[in-house]
């Protein structure tokens, strides 16, 4: 193997985990989002503009900020949440 045809395979390699680890913070924005606006057994739902709110101000923290635009705006159109 060449030198050229290792680095591709890393580069490769290391795509494929950063796509894995975008996908798990996508599932984790989301259950936030059904958490937060959902009814709990100990709590009232605290709304989906609550959840918005709170998905938008953690973009960049804890996830990725042109997802969560897509979510915000998808939300906002009226698409709802199967709790």
């Known amino acids: ?3 050229v045809e290792i680095l ?5 390699r290391e795509l494929l985990e950063h796509e894995k ?4 913070l996508e599932v984790m924005r ?10 709990r057994p100990y709590r009232e739902a605290l709304g989906l503009d609550f ?3 709170e998905i938008s101000d953690k973009k960049n923290i ?3 900020e042109s997802a969560t635009n ?9 698409f709802k949440l199967n709790p």
């Open 30 to 39: 989301d259950g936030v989002i059904n958490a937060i606006a959902s009814h």
């Open 62 to 64: 804890f996830f990725d």
């Open 51 to 53: 959840a918005l709110y």
């Open 8 to 12: 591709n395979e890393a580069l490769k």
């Open 1 to 3: 193997m060449s030198e």
């Open 70 to 78: 897509a979510c915000i705006r998808i939300l906002k159109k009226g």
């Open 21 to 24: 680890a975008i996908k798990k």
